[in-house]
T-cell receptor, first 119, second 107 residues
């Protein structure tokens, strides 16, 4: 059974980086890409970026102007999303999600990680 | 970036109604469009992909159509569990943008 399990909630002060993990179970990790999507309180879904779990290629939304870095550890079947210099507007639930091919949508999502940025 | 505009943003309907949600893309995306349903406090769930293919396990009252820049999601006969927020997403090119969402409420 495919499952993505994310790390727990985080509370960060503005400017302190946050790193969220997403561990994959139930499939061959390197076969599918992992995306990161966030949702601010009461708001819609916002795509942040993608990593190819196989070769490590990445693509990011320019909205984050270089503040987001997505990595993976194939030996641990885990993807990571690091957000640097967070500000209060970055308070949101962050999701990882698996695609099942290029141009195909997200068929499995992590449970979400609430990141709160507050001084 | 490709912008997606959903209409309406809010929809009030009754059990048994037929409803249609539209998603318009700012440029052509072939059939690379998906629809998701999200209930409060839950993760999004995939309903339809490549514009009209029903995801396994999704009831047949859901259907999708369209190509290019205009797409629709139709629910043929609303059930109580269908009241939720619906999002379209384009997967033609990065960044994979989402529509702003359509909140479907009980009348």
């Amino acid at each position: 059974q495919v499952q993505l399990v994310q790390s727990g909630a985080e509370v960060k002060k503005p400017g302190a980086s946050v790193k969220v993990s997403c561990k994959a179970y139930g499939y061959t990790f390197t076969t599918y890409g992992i995306h990161w999507v966030r949702q601010a309180p009461g708001q819609g879904l916002e795509w942040m970026g993608w990593i190819s779990s196989g070769n490590g290629d990445t693509d990011y939304s320019q909205t984050f102007q270089g503040r987001v870095t997505i990595t993976r550890d194939t030996s641990a079947s885990t993807a990571y999303m690091e957000l640097s210099s967070p500000r209060s507007e970055d308070t949101a639930v962050y999701y990882c999600a698996r695609d099942f091919g290029r141009g195909l949508p997200f068929d499995s999502w992590g449970q979400g990680t609430l990141v709160t940025v507050s001084s | 970036d490709i912008q997606l505009t959903q209409s309406p943003s809010f929809l009030s309907a009754s059990v048994g109604d037929r409803v249609t949600i539209t998603c318009r893309a700012s440029q052509g995306i072939s059939s690379f469009l998906a629809w998701y349903q999200q209930k409060p406090g839950k993760t999004p769930e995939l309903l339809i992909y490549v514009a009209s293919t029903l995801q396994s396990g999704v009831p047949s009252r859901f259907s999708g159509s369209g190509s290019g820049t205009e797409f629709t999601l139709t629910i043929s006969s609303l059930q109580p569990e269908d009241f939720a927020t619906y999002y379209c997403q384009q997967l033609n090119s990065y960044p994979y943008t989402f529509g702003q969402g359509t909140k479907l409420e009980i009348k």
